[in-house]
């Protein structure tokens, strides 16, 4: 009840559907769509009777099992041309007779309107509490630049006076038919509306209302959507390329919500994040980052942090989140639900860690560029060693290319954290063959255009493999010589640990590489055979597969609880 009001919920659902046939018994993300309906009503802390009203004995016995009651629908009220309003007003006759009493409020409910929310449902019904409010009906603002047709002159005109962004135009409300609750002295066989009208504005994803197959896809999108809450950073010690795996992912998760959280002492990271417009949040230490996902109560966290701790993982896991770890190779990964490391090509045995050049995710700007077709001559060098480059390979690989004949171009592109640019910039500032560029937004053209590339073996190594351009790599640390994905067969000449690599020894193999046109050649021909434009979707179908059992290992255990 809601102020002594006894309130009735009439769901309308026959089995003569013409758009999508038998649809109100048909799974939308694994359940009946009728449920839906049904479910909205049983949450609602004021419905007091919930009734089905059917000709069809399928939908009968369905809606019984999830809770409602039923009163069968008669031939004649069951036809396509029937209006909705002698339909729930026989319900409402018949099941006041069931119950020997009478309802203050009768609610429509459309079991085509499965995205409501029970919140929603009783803001409605909390409208009656104005006694003069006879009947309330959900709509959504759903302001366009919209026209009319005269019929008589032949001619459109618009609906609007002047001409603005669609933010900026008057609310334009539309009906969803979702909701529409009448004072009981208002329900009759030819109407359901009273003189004094009030509205509940809804989401635009609680309007979604069933009539095709489009909506129908559009309604399966939205409750297959997750909330994905991204744990990542970039500073000098670690570079940026987490944080740019981290906007590839989001970029492909259309259909679900992101927010990525920073560590507030990180700004590298935060600004190129910002730069992309995600949403994010700034945590100051573990505790807080814990305490605002709870507040975001995300169904999904993933961590592109680097190695994570068991006692950080547990703790995510025990708040009930399924758990996403990259390049992982802390304590962290026992507990953690999925592990991804492209970077490490050997299996570890472990049944949650997936490894390999398979799992790597390609910027967007990659999979539209054509394969790199090899010069006989080299004219245009890239030196591109990440965002940060802490050991300053690019000042060595710039000398050491100046002390040849090269007398081509050299393109240096800096990263957001490259400490130094004044300085690098003055030394070089004379020759006109090198041009330094910062934080390019279109790398992938740089790399297409190059003739031979120098890089550290990164994830730079696979965006370099995807277009197929010959390149020499200089490990930036101890941990990068063991991302062996960098190495002849794939088509790289890796030189191993930068800093033990002398500028003469970086000096032959250049000037080898740039007279050995077959050698190219055959560099580009081993990296095209390598896929790499299938990462994210692989990723994706292990997390899909991952949280589904994790889904039914959280059903089993509230059916113990």
């Known amino acids: 009840m809601f102020n002594n009001n006894k309130i009735l919920v009439v769901i309308p659902a026959r089995g003569g559907s013409k758009g999508i046939p038998r649809k109100n018994i048909r799974l939308l993300n694994h359940k009946p769509l009728i449920s839906y309906a049904i479910n909205i ?9 919930i009734v089905v009203t059917t000709d069809d004995s399928e939908i009968a016995l369905l809606s019984e099992k999830f809770g409602a009651s039923v009163i069968r629908r008669s031939e004649e009220l069951a036809g396509d041309e029937v209006p909705l309003d002698p339909v729930i007003y026989d319900a409402m006759v018949k099941k006041e007779k069931q119950a020997f009493d009478e309802y203050d409020l009768v609610v429509t409910l459309q079991p085509t309107s499965p995205l409501l929310k029970s919140s929603t449902l009783d803001a409605a019904i909390e409208k009656f509490e104005d006694f003069a409010i006879d009947s309330v009906l959900s709509v959504v603002d759903d302001r366009h630049l919209s026209w009319g047709y005269d019929e008589n002159n032949e001619r459109f005109f618009p609906n609007y006076i002047e001409r603005k962004n669609r933010q900026y135009l008057p609310k334009d409300f539309r009906e969803t038919g979702a909701i529409l609750i009448t004072r009981r002295n208002f329900v009759h066989e030819d109407s359901r509306l009273g003189t004094n009208l009030d509205l509940i504005e809804v989401s635009r994803q609680e309007s979604v209302d069933i009539d095709n197959y489009e909506d129908w896809w559009i309604a399966e999108n939205y409750l297959q959507k997750k909330k994905v809450a991204i744990v990542v950073n970039a500073y000098d010690e670690i570079g940026t390329g987490h944080v740019y795996r981290c906007l590839s992912i989001a970029s492909k998760l259309v259909f679900h919500e992101v927010l990525f959280l920073m560590d507030e002492q990180r700004q590298l990271g935060i600004d190129i994040v910002g730069n992309y417009n995600y949403p994010y949040k700034l945590y100051d230490g573990e505790d807080d980052l814990v305490k605002i996902l709870r507040e975001y109560s995300p169904q999904i966290v993933v961590n592109d942090i680097l190695d994570t701790s068991i006692e950080y993982v547990s703790q995510l896991k025990e708040d009930g989140y399924f758990v996403v770890n990259f390049e992982d190779l802390g304590t962290g990964t026992e507990a953690a639900d999925v592990v991804f490391d492209a970077l490490y090509e050997h299996d570890v045995g472990e049944k949650n860690i997936f490894t390999g050049h398979k799992y790597y995710i390609l910027k967007d700007e990659f999979y539209f ?28 690989v710039i000398d050491s290319i100046l002390a040849t004949s090269y007398d081509g171009r050299i393109n240096v592109i800096l990263g957001l954290g490259y400490d130094g640019l004044e300085e690098l910039i003055d ?39 995807s277009l197929g351009v010959p390149t020499i790599c200089l490990c930036q ?5 063991t991302h062996v994905f960098a190495n002849e067969t794939n088509g790289f000449i890796n030189m191993g640990l930068g800093a033990e690599v002398g500028k003469q020894q970086i000096i032959d193999e250049f000037v080898k590489l740039v007279n050995d046109y077959d050698l190219r050649l055959e560099m580009n021909q081993k990296m095209l055979n390598v896929d790499l434009k299938d990462g994210f979707e692989n990723i994706w179908s292990i997390i899909r597969e991952e949280y589904r059992k994790f889904e039914l290992r959280g059903k089993k255990h509230e059916n113990i609880q």
């Open 41 to 49: 009503a049983k949450s609602s802390q004021y419905v007091d009777d």
């Open 369 to 396: 560029q054509p394969q790199k077709i090899i010069a006989q001559k080299v004219e245009n060098i890239l030196i591109t060693f990440g965002g940060t480059d802490p050991n300053n390979f690019t000042e060595k």
């Open 427 to 465: 030394k070089y500032e004379s020759n006109q063959s090198i041009q330094i560029y910062r934080n390019v937004s279109d790398i992938s053209e740089f790399m297409f255009k190059a003739d031979m590339i120098f890089t550290s073996a990164g994830r730079t190594m696979y965006e370099v493999c």
């Open 477 to 481: 640390n101890e941990r990068e010589l």
